[in-house]
């Protein structure tokens, strides 16, 4: 069996041993133009040529959990493609969206720069009832981060493509109820993949019909939010602010408002790492699967778009 791998911004050589170490009868190479054809491909972000020279791909497993970018390409018809499926990467989720609404919601920054002032003060507590978290997309990184803000006993709202039942989350489901679900969240969280359904998704008219001091975390993708309609409504007071890992231009461009504002945190991409070690294991273990043909997790709808 032969694996090719074209992850671009990757340095290779950790994941080309630790495939060949994971897969010791497979042919395990780093893809060169005009290479020879493989069974499997492990890709991030590989150009349209990679694709038009491997045709006859049985596998494409891609690198991290969103598939967006790979979907823009054409790709082998009988390819199955994969995706990440937690892989490490839900822990880290819910470590940062936690972080990010606790420091909101406790007034961190506040305390901070009051501590730099040298000042000694306290502020009110918030109320956590006046803080409904809702958090859009419920697959696997979602329902983690649900479940995680559940044990700081806030109230948590939920909403997916397909009805679901979570424990403890208020799950709304489908367009139809997607204005209840907005009314009563005041912290937004966005876990959904990228498709032409969800692009655009945090605009001036559906982030108005949060509640009064919103306040929004990007976690998923830049092209979710217009980015302009969050300054707008952070400016006209309807929101409170915003902590932002993601970008419509990544790296976020030096002269972008967002890098400077007051009410607005930003993060380089990083709220959940592609793990390697977790990733080969995972990688490795599909593989093997798909040539024993038993059914996996993890397999892209290219359809739907996720
Ligand atoms: P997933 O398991 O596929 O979950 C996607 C969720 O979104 C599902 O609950 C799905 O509903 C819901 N959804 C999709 N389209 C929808 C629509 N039109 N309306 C309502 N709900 C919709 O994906 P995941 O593994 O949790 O990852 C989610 C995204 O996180 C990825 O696509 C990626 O963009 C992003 N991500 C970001 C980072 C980072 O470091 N910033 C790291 C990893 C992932 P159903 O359950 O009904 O299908
Ligand atoms: C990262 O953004 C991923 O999709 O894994």
Redesign the pocket.
Known sequence: MKITFCCAETNAEPWLAGLRAALPEAQVDLWQPGAAPADHAVVWAPPQQFFDEQPQLKGVFNI?????ALLKLRLPAQATVV????AG??V??AEYVCHAVIRHFREFDGYEADVNAGKWSYRKPSERADFPVGV????????RVAKALKQFDFSVLG??????AIAGVCCF???AQ?KDFLAATKVLVN?????P??RD?MRLETLSQLQRGGYIIN???GAHLVEEDLITLIDSGHLAGATL??FRSEPLPAQHPFWQHPKITVTP?????TLRDESIVQIAGKIMALERRESIAGIVDTV???
């Open positions: 991290g959990a969103g598939v967006d995706r990440l499926d937690d990467m839900s880290q989720m859009m997309g419920l697959g696997v990184l979602g329902e909403w997916s493509r397909s009805v679901k489901a489908g367009t997607f876990l959904l993949p990228l498709t359904d969800t998704i976690v998923a993708r890992d993601v991409h990083t709220s959940a790492r739907r778009g996720y």
